[in-house]
């Protein structure tokens, strides 16, 4: 160990291989504290939908979801309001249900917790003050 320091199990953090290292009189003086800390989320990825594209994602997933429509009464009521396929082609049920768990799916990710770790946690002593030694 560097500077004498010796490993004591960290409290509070489920991992029991996360331990803290205190250096030198850490343990009864500490200063500062250096550590890792390692997010993982999928929140900050792009959005794969273009602006209109993602409104009527939305769209689709509200008629599925809250007014319980099958994906082809959803296609017909789209076709009725001149609503078209990314490319201009008319919409079909599989196209509605490819829009929807797409879009699901993206938000499932979008939404997923934040995961976190903490490592390379490393407690320092303080410095003896200048007055207290000359004491």
Do not use: C
């Not at 500077?3 to 509070?12: A, I, N, Q, T």
């Not at 850490?26 to 890792?36: C, K, L, Q, Y």
């Not at 792009?46 to 602006?51: D, G, H, I, S």
Request: aromatic share 8%; glycine share 6%; net charge positive.
């Amino acid at each position: 160990m560097l500077g004498g320091g010796k490993w004591v199990p960290s409290v509070g953090i489920a991992d029991e291989d996360d331990r803290a290292v205190f250096l030198g009189d850490a343990w009864n003086d500490p200063s500062e504290i250096r550590f890792t800390l390692t997010l993982t989320t999928t929140a900050l990825l792009p959005n794969v939908y273009p602006a209109d594209r993602e409104r009527l994602a939305d769209r689709v997933i509200e008629l599925r979801d809250e007014q319980h429509l099958h994906f082809k009464d959803i296609a017909l009521l789209l076709k009725r309001r001149r609503i078209v396929g990314a490319r201009g082609a008319r919409l079909e049920s599989s196209n509605v249900f490819s829009l929807y768990k797409k879009r699901k799916a993206y938000i499932a990710k979008r939404s997923a917790p934040i995961k976190f770790s903490i490592s390379n946690m490393v407690v320092y002593p303080a410095k003896p003050s200048p007055l207290k030694s000359a004491e």
